[in-house]
């Protein structure tokens, strides 16, 4: 390990830009050696003061931290001799922050004391601490000349959005492009709006086109899951799929390759019931899926206790996006929207339930509201778009096919719409 930590400070003196390769990466803390520990905090010294990173400079601060200055040169000397080219740097980089998770994996382990009554808060315990663990604090810094040059070439394509996923609902696509890595986007609907079914046709289009699907739906169960995905692909009512006991006509034929297209849908992974925050980013990491759906986000379960209802869900809100970002996925994530008088009131991102830190994390905030008292027509709105302009449509939903279909209509031509002034939220 002394070579490896004599070989990345050797990188540095040789070529001091490759300082910003590993600054948010590797900490004083990570080195077994005590005199290269003190080298490179003296060489995050000189970095963070702007100074030129020079032997000379390095020597300086090594003096005033009682190093004896007959040892200095000489191992400086050996860390430049050591190297053979500066692009080794990452290497040592890896060796070390490997070598320090491995030995702070082995000393939590150690100091674990395992108990049978508690075995599961420690098991959580520890994920929490693994988890911190695999993370690295390696931020990328590039030039925007870098960043330029690098994505050039990727603009005016023909597949310039061949990473985004389609929902299946083309106005809703055409504004904001699709899902995209990396990004949370929060549906949210007062109850009896119908996101539920909304983000299960989503799920179903996007299952139709072969990604893999990870949907934690913590409010119904599986029979209620299956019973609306059937209606829509059978045509047949919902209340008969829930209770009839004999077929009707066709409807044998039409339930049946119901089941055979829901049965080719094994990339699609639900997971139902009370679900604790920790597991579902142990079981994302685990099964790589292409889209994350959660329905809904005040039902999920905190690791840790909370002062106020809005404080746990703004911390569950930043680990989504934090785990959409770690994963380079896109998380959807559904929310409660605060009661009105009126149903058909729109509605606007202020009113998400314990909205906390929901209008800061997600870079698509979209808003489905009951058009008429019926429902039959719903308002679709996208009140935030991160990367894009906003938008509203109506969608006709049938509620006993569980299916939504995109109108012509404007909000406006609709029996019942009572418009409302619309907070400026800054974003």
Request: negative net charge; charged residues 30%; hydrophobic residues 35%.
């Amino acid at each position: 390990m002394l070579n490896d930590e004599k070989g990345l400070i050797g990188c540095v003196l040789t070529d001091p830009e490759c300082m910003t390769q590993i600054y948010n990466r590797i900490r004083t803390e990570m080195f077994t050696n005590d005199f290269c520990q003190d080298i490179y905090g003296c060489l995050m010294t000189l970095y963070d003061n702007g100074e030129t990173i020079t032997v000379s400079e390095l020597s300086r601060l090594l003096e005033d931290s009682r190093r004896d200055k007959s040892e200095i040169a000489p191992f400086l000397l050996s860390c430049v001799e050591d190297v053979a080219s500066v692009v080794e740097i990452k290497g040592y980089a890896n060796a070390i922050e490997s070598e320090f998770k491995t030995k702070q994996i082995q000393k939590v382990i150690n100091n674990t004391k395992f108990e049978a009554k508690n075995i599961d808060s420690i098991i959580e315990d520890l994920q929490a601490t693994l988890e911190g663990l695999k993370k690295s604090n390696h931020n990328d810094v590039k030039t925007l000349s870098e960043i330029a040059e690098e994505n050039k070439d990727k603009c005016f394509k023909d597949d310039v959005d061949r990473d985004l996923i389609k929902t299946g609902f083309d106005k809703f696509d055409n504004c904001i492009g699709g899902f995209d890595k990396g990004e949370m986007i929060v549906i949210g609907a007062r109850p009896s709006a119908g996101k539920s079914a909304f983000v299960t046709q989503v799920i179903c289009n996007v299952a139709e086109k072969g990604l893999s699907v990870g949907y934690f739906n913590l409010e119904m169960g599986n029979k209620q899951i299956y019973h609306r995905v059937v209606a829509r692909y059978s045509g047949i009512d919902l209340s008969r799929v829930q209770h009839a006991r004999y077929f009707l006509q066709d409807e044998e034929e039409r339930f049946n390759k119901a089941n055979e297209k829901i049965k080719s849908f094994n990339n699609v992974t639900v997971l139902t019931g009370s679900c604790k925050l920790s597991e579902i980013k142990s079981e994302c990491r685990h099964r790589k899926f292409g889209l994350i759906v959660i329905d809904y986000l005040q039902l999920i379960v905190p690791t840790r206790t909370f002062d106020s209802k809005a404080a746990e869900v703004g911390e569950i809100s930043k680990q989504l996006k934090a785990l959409a970002m770690e994963l380079q996925v896109p998380v959807v994530a559904l929310s409660q929207m605060n009661r009105k008088v009126r149903s058909t009131d729109e509605p606007t991102m202020s009113e998400l339930r314990e909205s906390g830190n929901i209008e800061q994390d997600a870079s698509i905030i979209a808003l489905l509201w009951n058009l008429d008292d019926k429902g039959t027509h719903k308002g679709l709105k996208v009140d935030k778009n991160r990367q894009g302009t906003t938008t509203k449509e109506v969608l006709r939903f049938e509620g006993s096919l569980m299916t939504f279909t995109e109108t012509d209509l404007a909000v406006e031509q609709v029996q019942g719409f009572k418009e409302t002034v619309e907070e400026e939220i800054p974003f």
